[in-house]
């Protein structure tokens, strides 16, 4: 089954740390972007940071540069380690699959999506 | 980082109904915007990506259209399950950026 099951969230006090991890299934990891996408409660979406399929290329929002590292793994796995953590950082984190369109240039498609995982930031 | 500015942030309609959703850009981002559904509780939903193609396995009532800073989601007739937030996001450059939502709601 083609799918991405996340792991790793829970309750952190403020300058603590906590690694998520994305697990993916049912396709070839390695060919594709990945991205962190969160939400914190009751507001909107946004993107968090996102890593090339050979792991050569990552990128961040501003917010979480320094203290957020993207990285992934040969066993279809990825992984957001956050140091520092911060209110403001509570959330639900989801990871998903970019389809990296080529039409012309490249587009970003985020067609699959893990069920997220609540991260509370809060002595 | 380009700013995402949805309008309305709420709207209520009904069934049956041809809605449109507007998504500007604080710059140009030529056709390089996605369109994603949200439910309560759910995943999003890729529905459109560049701008105007329509995701595999998505209605035809869905479309998308825009280039450049101003860009719209327009459903052509609203169905039940449609209700939900709505979010565009760019993809021109990083941080990618959302905008901040439109809740479709049942008039």
């Known amino acids: 089954e083609v799918q991405l099951v996340e792991s790793g969230g829970g309750l952190v006090q403020p300058g603590g740390s906590l690694r998520l991890s994305c697990a993916a299934s049912?396709?070839?990891?390695?060919?594709?972007?990945m991205t962190w996408v969160r939400q914190a409660p009751g507001r909107g979406l946004e993107w968090v940071a996102n890593?090339?399929?050979?792991?050569?290329?990552e990128y961040y929002v501003d917010s979480v540069k320094g203290r957020f590292t993207i990285s992934r793994d040969s066993e279809n796995s990825m992984y957001l380690q956050m140091n520092n953590l911060r209110a403001e950082d509570t959330a639900v984190y989801y990871c998903?699959?970019?389809?990296?369109?080529?039409?012309?240039?490249?587009?970003?498609?985020?067609?699959?999506w893990g069920q997220g995982t609540m991260v509370t930031v809060s002595s | 980082a380009i700013q995402m500015t949805q309008s309305p942030s709420s709207l209520s309609a009904s069934v049956g109904d041809r809605v449109t959703i507007t998504c500007r850009a604080s710059?140009?981002?030529?056709?390089?915007l996605g369109w994603y559904q949200q439910k309560p509780g759910k995943a999003p939903k890729l529905l459109i990506y560049?701008?105007?193609t329509l995701q595999s396995g998505v209605p035809s009532r869905f479309s998308g259209s825009g280039s450049g800073t101003d860009f719209t989601l327009t459903i052509s007739s609203l169905q039940p399950e449609d209700f939900a937030t709505y979010y565009c996001?760019?993809?021109?450059?990083?941080?990618?950026?959302f905008g901040q939502g439109t809740k479709l709601e049942i008039k």
């Open positions: 560049g701008a105007s």
């Open positions: 049912g396709f070839t990891f390695s060919t594709y972007w």
């Open positions: 998903a699959r970019d389809l990296n369109i080529e039409i012309g240039g490249y587009f970003d498609a985020f067609d699959l």
């Open positions: 996001i760019q993809d021109y450059n990083y941080p990618r950026t």
């Open positions: 710059q140009g981002i030529r056709n390089e």
């Open positions: 890593m090339r399929g050979d792991g050569g290329l």
